[in-house]
């Protein structure tokens, strides 16, 4: 590759094809080539902002940056390269490890995918024409790193690398361990704490960068840039990605003094679409206890007042559980105890990086983030953006619970996520995966509105082990068997019987409260791995402003899953978008029947969903389940709960309490109580495919015939399993333990021979 004779240009011929070397931790950038580079055809400008060069152009897989008659194997660093920085530099590609230091430029940060796309079409036209299964190129059960996530000893190292080669002013990190991420991303800021580091988010690289595209704010110790000028840095970047895309929003992740740097940007623009994520805000530091402890060890050298607050940072516990977390999944005792005693050593071992900063650099930030409060708290009351708190209850740097609860009563669009034992530095500590609680809370969209079809992202490995965590009681209890009927009628073992492609519209029976809901769909995430997007009742979807970190409830499996709340416009988009949809017309009064009617359907008389499917040429499947009756048994019926003194007007009640516009029957939870388990039996039956079925949308009596059909498979199935389960000699749960001690606990279970 080789310029012209304006640096401002690369020409090239090829494709680029150098092989990049990448220092994470340190602020030079290296491009090493295995060939040599011949000049290249004009490729289109590029703008460069204060760290991430960007462009307007579709990102290569490679970075290349040339300078004439370059050699085989030579070196480009960017220290040589400062003057180029202060033009409009062209070059091949857009990414970059490290940014390059500028100050106050004009930003435009580089994004993927075509620009014309946002404000030209509306959403349901954009995405018309193609699968939304694709999830913007984005598979179910992707990897989101957080299995393979680095620990704190590579943390403190990467740190160590930065800290020996840092220099300049503040710049943007765009880290390459956050891989590729999905079309049309929304871009996310990361603005560190008070140390200024940008691998502060090192162990949700991969995650986030997957759903986002991702830039890390760095500020160098030496660096002393003061809190309105880093302010004004960040506007940059904001301003001039909204300018490009004004309906698509822009994430801030602000940790600790972050936060406070978040809320000032958000307060002075309140007409730009942000979403603030605020890990322990700084914006409590005048009633920490870290300020009192500082004034009170005043004495002594900034560099122990620095280790004195890195060894209260550090949180024993969670190293604990995150040991006894690897040995539950499978990992030698010895391998997590290594870990442990790795981690818990590592700031010890790189107790070095003291010995580089300046003397004066604890006073320093002291002032800083004493001016970040005060500027962010006289202006809270200003900001309008959506807001995410993480708030951590075992904090011993800042009082973070309450300030959580403080900040939420000011803030009109806010929601708290509270972690009960975790300590100040969230983002390092291991449980915490900040891209799933974005996704739970609501939040992650790519226009101005939340969609639920068009903006849903798919689970990750992560998030399916979080299910089975959280099922684990229920999975065991029940050992779910399912069935499937090929297309000649042959019933057989799993889901083979399912087609492989959507879209395709599941329609079955509710057992009570819905407890069949996870085996499924994670069972169609294992098998075919497909996501069941289920419709389901609006109760089930609240708004919660306060959840706590004690794993996922079933809200969060819901939209975890895509599941919708039940209108016919959101049947018609899923199966517009080829999905695979799960429907229960019997709805909640299957869900919440009484004692005496297990196992019965309660379908109302309307083929609104043979019609749509008929319209998309969807496959129906009908199928059943059977089993709560050996799970658990009611204690009352219809009946009784009549005849009881008010029991009328109680059940009126609950029926207007749970916003039954259409009920034509009350429903009340009458109670439970449990039982030696049983078994869960699933059947899908043969499927029925709609195409050229265009009687069925023309001709109600036709729709009413293809209704009628399906209503009778769906109950022969469950007779079918009713009987066939008599013939299961691990129908009941000893049997299975016996058979799952002499084979092994992840065997699978025999059932009855279909």
Same mark, same amino acid.
């Given at each position: 590759?080789?310029?012209?004779?304006?640096?401002?240009?690369?020409?090239?011929?090829?494709?680029?094809?150098?092989?990049?070397?990448?220092?994470?931790?340190?602020?030079?950038?290296?491009?090493?080539?295995?060939?040599?580079?011949?000049?290249?055809?004009?490729?289109?400008?590029?703008?460069?902002?204060?760290?991430?060069?960007?462009?307007?152009?579709?990102?290569?897989?490679?970075?290349?940056?040339?300078?004439?008659?370059?050699?085989?194997?030579?070196?480009?660093?960017?220290?040589?390269?400062?003057? #180029?920085?202060?033009?409009?530099?062209?070059?091949?590609?857009?990414?970059?490890?490290?940014?390059?230091?500028?100050?106050?430029?004009?930003?435009?940060?580089?994004?993927?995918?075509?620009?014309?796309?946002?404000?030209?079409?509306?959403?349901?036209?954009?995405?018309?024409?193609?699968?939304?299964?694709?999830?913007?190129?984005?598979?179910? @059960?992707?990897?989101?790193?957080?299995?393979?996530?680095?620990?704190?000893?590579?943390?403190?190292?990467?740190?160590?690398?930065?800290?020996?080669?840092?220099?300049?002013?503040?710049?943007?990190?765009?880290?390459?361990?956050?891989?590729?991420?999905?079309?049309?991303?929304?871009?996310?800021?990361?603005?560190?704490?008070?140390?200024?580091?940008?691998?502060?988010?090192? @162990?949700?690289?991969?995650?986030?960068?997957?759903?986002?595209?991702?830039?890390?704010?760095?500020?160098?110790?030496?660096?002393?840039?003061?809190?309105?000028?880093?302010?004004?840095?960040?506007?940059?970047?904001?301003?001039?990605?909204?300018?490009?895309?004004?309906?698509?929003?822009?994430?801030?992740?602000?940790?600790?003094?972050?936060?406070?740097?978040?809320?000032?940007?958000?307060?002075?623009?309140?007409?730009?679409?942000? #979403?603030?994520?605020?890990?322990?805000?700084?914006?409590?530091?005048?009633?920490?206890?870290? &300020?009192?402890?500082?004034?009170?060890?005043?004495?002594?050298?900034?560099?122990?007042?620095?280790?004195?607050?890195?060894?209260?940072?550090?949180?024993?516990?969670?190293?604990?559980?995150?040991?006894?977390?690897?040995? &539950?999944?499978? +990992?030698?005792?010895?391998?997590?105890?290594?870990?442990?005693?790795?981690?818990?050593?590592?700031?010890? /071992?790189?107790?070095?990086?003291?010995?580089?900063?300046?003397?004066?650099?604890?006073?320093?930030?002291?002032?800083?983030?004493?001016?970040?409060?005060?500027?962010?708290?006289?202006?809270?009351?200003?900001?309008?953006?959506?807001?995410?708190?993480?708030?951590?209850?075992?904090?011993?740097?800042?009082?973070?619970?309450?300030?959580?609860?403080?900040?939420?009563?000011?803030?009109?669009?806010? &929601?708290?996520?509270?972690?009960?034992?975790?300590?100040?530095?969230?983002?390092?500590?291991?449980?915490?995966?900040?891209?799933?609680?974005? /996704?739970?809370?609501?939040?992650?969209?790519?226009?101005?509105?939340?969609?639920?079809?068009?903006?849903?992202?798919?689970?990750?490995?992560?998030?399916?082990?979080?299910?089975?965590?959280?099922?684990?009681?229920?999975?065991?209890?029940?050992?779910?068997?399912?069935?499937?009927?090929?297309?000649?009628?042959?019933?057989?073992?799993?889901?083979?019987?399912?087609?492989?492609?959507?879209?395709?519209?599941?329609?079955?029976?509710?057992?009570?409260?819905?407890?069949?809901?996870?085996?499924?769909?994670?069972?169609? @995430?294992?098998? /075919?791995?497909?996501?069941?997007?289920?419709?389901?009742?609006?109760?089930?979807?609240?708004?919660?402003?306060?959840?706590?970190?004690?794993?996922?409830?079933?809200?969060?499996?819901?939209?975890?899953?895509?599941?919708?709340?039940?209108?016919?416009? =959101?049947?018609?988009?899923?199966?517009?978008?080829?999905?695979?949809?799960?429907?229960?017309?019997?709805?909640?009064?299957?869900?919440?029947?009484?004692?005496?009617?297990?196992?019965? #359907?309660?379908?109302?008389?309307?083929?609104?969903?043979?019609?749509?499917?008929?319209?998309?040429?969807?496959?129906?499947?009908?199928?059943?389940?059977?089993?709560?009756?050996?799970?658990?048994?009611?204690?009352?019926?219809?009946?009784?709960?009549?005849?009881?003194?008010?029991? +009328?007007?109680?059940?009126?009640?609950?029926?207007?309490?749970? /916003?039954?516009?259409?009920?034509?029957?009350?429903?009340?939870?009458?109670?439970?109580?449990?039982?030696?388990?049983?078994?869960?039996? =699933?059947?899908?039956?043969?499927?029925?495919?709609?195409?050229?079925?265009?009687?069925?949308?023309?001709?109600?009596?036709?729709?009413?015939?293809?209704?009628?059909?399906?209503?009778?498979?769906?109950?022969?199935?469950?007779?079918?399993?009713?009987?066939?389960?008599?013939?299961?000699?691990?129908?009941?749960?000893?049997?299975?333990?016996?058979?799952?001690?002499?084979?092994?606990?992840?065997?699978?279970?025999?059932?009855?021979?279909?």
């Amino acid at each position: 590759m080789a310029t012209t004779a304006s640096p401002a240009v690369v020409r090239c011929q090829r494709p680029p094809a150098p092989f990049l070397t990448f220092s994470l931790a340190a602020v030079k950038l290296r491009v090493r080539c295995r060939q040599p580079l011949a000049p290249f055809p004009t490729i289109p400008r590029l703008r460069m902002s204060h760290a991430t060069l960007v462009s307007t152009a579709p990102r290569p897989r490679f970075f290349a940056l040339g300078r004439p008659n370059m050699p085989t194997g030579s070196t480009v660093s960017f220290e040589t390269t400062s003057e #180029i920085l202060r033009k409009n530099l062209q070059l091949t590609a857009p990414m970059a490890t490290l940014s390059l230091p500028m100050v106050h430029p004009q930003v435009s940060l580089w994004r993927q995918g075509q620009r014309w796309w946002h404000g030209s079409f509306s959403c349901q036209f954009r995405h018309a024409g193609r699968l939304q299964a694709s999830y913007r190129g984005l598979e179910a @059960m992707y990897d989101d790193g957080y299995g393979t996530v680095k620990d704190l000893d590579y943390y403190y190292h990467a740190l160590g690398e930065l800290v020996e080669h840092d220099s300049g002013p503040p710049r943007w990190l765009c880290p390459v361990d956050a891989g590729s991420s999905v079309e049309d991303a929304p871009l996310m800021l990361y603005l560190p704490g008070v140390d200024g580091m940008g691998m502060g988010l090192c @162990m949700h690289h991969m995650a986030l960068g997957r759903i986002f595209e991702l830039r890390c704010m760095h500020i160098p110790f030496h660096d002393r840039t003061p809190f309105e000028e880093l302010v004004t840095m960040v506007e940059d970047v904001v301003r001039a990605e909204h300018s490009i895309s004004p309906n698509k929003p822009i994430y801030l992740l602000g940790n600790s003094f972050g936060g406070c740097l978040a809320l000032a940007v958000a307060a002075r623009h309140p007409h730009i679409n942000l #979403i603030l994520v605020l890990v322990n805000p700084a914006t409590s530091y005048e009633r920490s206890d870290i &300020k009192t402890l500082l004034s009170v060890f005043s004495l002594l050298s900034d560099r122990a007042c620095i280790a004195i607050t890195a060894l209260l940072n550090y949180n024993i516990d969670n190293e604990v559980n995150m040991a006894l977390s690897r040995m &539950k999944s499978g +990992k030698h005792p010895l391998e997590a105890l290594s870990r442990l005693t790795n981690n818990m050593s590592s700031s010890l /071992k790189h107790s070095n990086i003291l010995d580089k900063l300046p003397e004066d650099t604890l006073r320093w930030k002291m002032n800083l983030i004493k001016r970040a409060a005060s500027y962010a708290n006289c202006r809270v009351q200003s900001v309008t953006a959506e807001v995410l708190l993480l708030a951590s209850g075992a904090d011993r740097l800042l009082p973070s619970k309450s300030e959580a609860d403080r900040l939420q009563k000011k803030l009109p669009k806010s &929601k708290v996520f509270f972690f009960e034992n975790h300590g100040h530095s969230l983002l390092l500590e291991h449980g915490v995966h900040v891209s799933s609680i974005i /996704k739970c809370a609501g939040l992650y969209r790519h226009s101005s509105r939340y969609h639920r079809v068009f903006d849903y992202i798919p689970p990750s490995t992560t998030e399916l082990k979080e299910v089975d965590k959280a099922s684990s009681d229920l999975t065991f209890r029940t050992s779910p068997a399912m069935f499937s009927t090929m297309e000649d009628g042959t019933v057989v073992r799993g889901l083979a019987g399912v087609p492989d492609d959507g879209p395709v519209l599941l329609v079955g029976n509710h057992m009570l409260l819905g407890i069949e809901l996870i085996s499924l769909a994670a069972e169609f @995430m294992r098998q /075919k791995n497909a996501v069941v997007r289920g419709i389901a009742h609006p109760l089930l979807f609240p708004n919660k402003a306060r959840t706590w970190s004690e794993g996922h409830d079933f809200f969060d499996f819901l939209i975890l899953w895509g599941g919708v709340p039940m209108t016919y416009k =959101y049947i018609y988009e899923l199966l517009a978008a080829g999905e695979f949809v799960l429907l229960y017309p019997g709805g909640y009064r299957e869900a919440l029947h009484c004692k005496g009617e297990e196992h019965r #359907i309660f379908w109302p008389d309307r083929t609104e969903f043979v019609r749509m499917a008929a319209q998309f040429n969807a496959t129906i499947v009908p199928f059943g389940v059977v089993g709560e009756d050996d799970l658990l048994n009611l204690l009352c019926t219809f009946d009784d709960i009549r005849s009881a003194p008010f029991g +009328k007007e109680i059940m009126r009640a609950y029926s207007n309490h749970l /916003k039954l516009r259409d009920a034509d029957h009350e429903v009340i939870f009458p109670g439970v109580y449990l039982k030696i388990p049983g078994r869960f039996y =699933y059947r899908f039956g043969k499927p029925i495919p709609t195409k050229g079925r265009q009687d069925v949308l023309t001709d109600r009596h036709a729709a009413a015939r293809l209704y009628t059909h399906v209503k009778s498979e769906v109950e022969g199935i469950i007779s079918y399993l009713l009987e066939k389960r008599e013939e299961d000699k691990y129908r009941k749960l000893f049997p299975r333990l016996l058979y799952k001690a002499a084979r092994g606990g992840n065997t699978e279970v025999p059932a009855f021979d279909p």
